[in-house]
């Protein structure tokens, strides 16, 4: 765990992830970062590197959860029978036309935020030199 939940809500101030959602959303985020840096964080002696990704978890754990929940709101949709938004309506033998609710599709989600994921990350951690991935001297 780089960032716990006393620092996500004290220092980085967030308020989206509950205290019992947290630790699944740490984990999702722990992973996406390490991925990215190549498991590097545990050689990490700087403090200066070691807060900004504790930042950068904090970040990525909002995001994550935003997504997630987007996602619920597309299953949901799909799971109900809802007629959606009335298009055309006529009087005389009475008839009416729906259009439904346009959501994207869960594909289109899911593919931004695998996008989104790495952008933030990059973003973040660029200047750090977790991201390198070339070959390093010993």
Known sequence: MYADYEFYSAKYL???VSED???????KARDEIDYYTRMRI????DENKIERVKMCECKLIDLLFNYDQELAKIKEYE???????VSSETVGKHSISY??????????V???RSKKIKELIHKNLFMTGLLYSGLSYV
């Open 14 to 16: 967030g308020e989206l």
């Open 21 to 27: 959602d947290y630790p699944k959303y740490e984990m």
């Open 42 to 45: 545990s050689f990490l002696k």
């Open 79 to 85: 799971d109900k029978t809802v007629e959606g938004v």
């Open 99 to 108: 259009q439904k609710a346009s959501l994207r599709s869960k594909a289109d």
């Open 110 to 112: 899911e593919k931004e």
